[in-house]
């Protein structure tokens, strides 16, 4: 079981690589450089200073505001490092702290970054996908070379499945969202099966609350599905195996 000091450490790493990934959201789908220039207030231009970028705390001193101009500051940077911090401690906690976490850390990371840039874009990069499905197998080769074959099959299987669905139900979800169900089993093997069915089970319970809500007007609007299989991937690594093994007990 990892310490307690383990535990910490992990999550203020998942509060740093927080404030980076709101980099990653604001600038990749912009196809700016996530180096260069550093970290400025959007409407002024000033550079935001070392102590002003200190994740979560800074939002609550400047209460939201530039402290230069006084331009608003989204909330989303707050939550995205501290969900990313509470993501990262979360998986130390329940999956361990060992040489796995080389491939689950950047999972969980490609998870929230691509839910982030879905919700705000309605797109799901492929500077993304590709790079994360690359290093699935760079690192399950290294870590572990008798996964490889089971990473590879779900990979497969999970992009052919969200195909099928992408072809059946074009409106529902895009290329996007099958390559990154792909990429999500190359990391999570079989367990990717029950990652896709919260994903869907959570799509369909939001979708049918925003139509009981709207009613048919709710028909026009899109849904991005890529959070929901963040969801699902971030349950998938956490409690996946779990679940395969819970559910081979009771039923099998």
Not at 111 to 122: Q, T
Not at 227 to 249: M, Q, R
Request: overall charge neutral; aromatic content about 8%; proline content about 6%.
């Amino acid at each position: 079981m990892p310490s307690a000091f383990e535990i910490a450490l992990l999550g203020a790493l998942g509060l740093l690589v927080g404030s980076f990934l709101n980099v990653v959201v604001h600038r990749l789908p912009r196809g700016e450089s996530l180096v260069h220039p550093r970290s400025r207030c959007p409407r002024c231009e000033t550079q935001i200073a070392a102590y002003d970028n200190v994740p979560v705390v800074s939002w609550f001193v400047l209460r939201g505001r530039c402290r230069h101009c006084g331009a608003g500051i989204s909330a989303r940077y707050p939550v995205m490092e501290a969900v990313t911090g509470l993501t990262f401690a979360g998986v130390a906690a329940v999956r361990g702290v060992d040489d796995a976490l080389v491939l689950e850390l950047p999972f969980a990371a490609l998870l929230i970054a691509v839910a982030a840039i879905d919700i705000e874009y309605r797109i799901v990069p492929n500077k993304l996908l590709l790079p994360a499905g690359i290093w699935a197998v760079a690192g399950w080769t290294a870590v572990d070379l008798d996964f490889v074959p089971e990473a590879l099959a779900a990979g497969a299987g999970a992009f052919t499945f969200l195909l099928l669905a992408a072809l059946a139900y074009p409106a529902g979800m895009g290329m996007g969202d099958v390559k990154l169900a792909g990429a999500m089993g190359l990391y999570l093997g079989l367990a990717v099966i029950p990652a896709l069915l919260v994903a869907f089970l959570a799509g369909s319970l939001v979708g049918v609350a925003i139509l009981l809500r709207e009613g048919a007007q709710a028909r026009k609007k899109g849904v991005p599905f890529a959070p929901f299989l963040a969801l699902g991937g971030l349950v998938g690594l956490l409690a996946g195996g779990e679940l395969i093994s819970l559910y081979a007990d009771r039923f099998l």
